[in-house]
């Protein structure tokens, strides 16, 4: 009688002690939003082309997907280039992280919050 006490005793730590992140507000969730200092349209476009270059190597992007947008973004960095200034592309904003390299994107790729334009 007293094994089986014990023993439904260390059970309920153990779901307390597994269930506890769960029911705690994440460590990460009020930090304050990172300064990104990115002034030009070569290192936003260059970024976007290392961004897809991982995931198409991670197999997240199809071989399609991958050779439309590396085109789309060399032609946004060849354009930065030639004219010193940003490429024409509309540039999306986290709230979190920044400006991001998915101009059409809903979603920031780093964290998940709703991208604004």
């Known amino acids: 009688m007293i ?11 153990a779901l307390c002690f ?13 930090s304050v939003p990172r300064v990104v200092t990115r002034s030009t349209g070569v290192t ?9 270059e991982f995931d198409h ?10 050779a439309e947008l590396k085109s789309s973004y060399t032609q946004s960095a060849v354009a930065a280039m030639r004219t010193g200034e940003p490429a024409p592309a509309s ?6 992280c920044g400006p991001r390299p998915e101009s059409d994107a809903a979603y920031c790729s780093e964290c998940g919050n709703v991208l604004a334009a």
């Open 3 to 13: 094994a089986m006490i014990v023993g439904t005793g260390l059970a309920i730590v």
């Open 91 to 96: 540039e999306v904003v986290c709230a979190r």
């Open 57 to 66: 190597v991670t197999g997240k992007l199809s071989d399609t997907d991958y």
């Open 18 to 30: 597994v269930l506890y992140p769960l029911f705690r507000e994440p460590l990460g969730m009020k």
């Open 44 to 52: 936003t476009a260059v970024d976007a082309l290392r961004e897809i």
